[in-house]
């Protein structure tokens, strides 16, 4: 099992910047890969970004140029830095480690875009 526990998350005006964290424990295998998914009220959800074990990146084209997937050096945390943010970037964001097939998701954080 794996568990994944995410911060970072809160209420910020449009135009500005939010950093979230995740961090993983448990039975974390290589190769891998973590990133972030969003869901907003009424809607799916929707892949952000990831980054595998290797560094290698995908963003979603709605984020693209505005936000940053990175990971720490324990290879273990995830980062998602938001800058320019957008109210249609309001949504509860997750966590998720990928290992093989198998997808393991956080609680979730809420970011909320005040225009």
């Known amino acids: 099992q794996v568990q994944l526990v995410e911060s970072g998350g809160g209420l910020v005006q449009a135009g500005g910047s939010l950093r979230l964290s995740c961090v993983a424990s448990?039975?974390?295998?290589?190769?891998?890969?973590m990133g972030w998914y969003r869901q907003a009220p009424g809607k799916q959800r929707e892949l952000v970004a990831t980054i595998t074990s290797s560094s290698t990146t995908n963003y979603a084209d709605s984020v693209k140029g505005r936000f940053t997937i990175s990971r720490g050096n324990a290879k273990n945390t995830v980062y998602l830095q938001m800058n320019s943010l957008k109210p249609e970037d309001t949504a509860l964001y997750y966590c998720t480690y990928i290992y093989s097939v198998n997808y393991y998701w956080g609680q979730g954080t809420q970011v909320t875009v005040s225009s």
């Open positions: 448990g039975s974390i295998f290589s190769p891998n890969a």
